[in-house]
């Protein structure tokens, strides 16, 4: 049962433009969600989160939206570059007493800027 | 800051050779460390968590003795591949986070290329 999905494998954007990449989840328990942004044959590297608590996160080009009641994520960069050319993977977890419980990682999204 | 670095990078063994890869969280104490698979193609798949001075907790269908964990100390957690088979071959990830907060990042790891002949 795949908990997080990323129905999109790939998105290819223009230079400059917005890049618009997707997650959906199933579990209404998760409350804590994460993008994350790797390159081939690297570990990934975190890029932005948000806590159920908001509906969304900024940081400089990137921001991320969350529509709780829909179950729904995206992750918005702004304006697109060629060095963003990565997979983009969402996950997500829940908040326990002891901490966030384990990521679950969707498929991810293999994103091309094009110059 | 949050650096995670792991060794080797890649690795190329016989089958039935055990194979040892270590993860270090360079300027962060890690009380827990995931240690996960990715296939080509596919997602980050969780194998186990360990956290600091106790036993790893092995995720369903991931033999424990097969995938031994060690994490002996705050910065270090070892993973060894035991009796490898080409099967095993795969991109192994680890991941570090400090539990200082109700929600916690996890830091990854630039992964091990693991190869089995």
């Known amino acids: 049962d795949q908990q997080v999905k990323q129905n999109s494998p790939s998105l290819s954007v223009q230079e400059g433009r917005i890049s618009i990449l997707n997650c959906d989840y199933t579990n209404s328990m998760f409350d804590y969600f994460l993008w994350y942004k790797k390159y081939p044959a690297e570990g990934p590297t975190f890029l932005i989160s948000?806590?159920?608590?908001?509906d969304k996160n900024e940081d400089g080009r990137f921001t991320v939206f969350l529509n709780k009641s829909a179950k729904h994520l995206s992750l918005h960069i702004v304006p697109s570059q060629p060095g963003d050319s990565a997979v983009y993977f969402c996950a997500a977890s829940r908040t326990t007493q002891g901490g966030s419980e384990k990521l679950v990682f969707g498929k991810g999204t293999k994103l091309t800027v094009n110059p | 800051g949050a650096v995670v670095s792991q060794h080797p990078s890649w690795v190329i063994c016989k089958s039935g050779t055990s194979v040892k890869i270590e993860c270090r969280s360079l300027d962060f104490q890690a009380t827990t460390m995931f240690w996960y698979r990715q296939f080509p193609k596919q997602s980050l798949m969780l194998m186990a968590t360990?956290?600091?001075?106790?036993?790893?907790?092995?995720e369903q269908g991931v033999e424990k003795d097969k995938f031994l964990i060690n994490h002996a100390s705050l910065t270090l957690s070892t993973l060894t591949v035991t009796s490898a088979h080409p099967e095993d071959s795969s991109f192994y990830i680890c991941?570090?986070?400090?539990?200082?907060?109700?929600?916690?990042?996890?830091?990854f790891g630039p992964g091990t290329r693991l190869t089995v002949l």
């Open positions: 360990s956290n600091e001075g106790s036993k790893a907790t092995y």
């Open positions: 948000i806590s159920s608590i908001k």
């Open positions: 991941s570090a986070s400090n539990r200082g907060g109700i929600s916690d990042t996890q830091y």
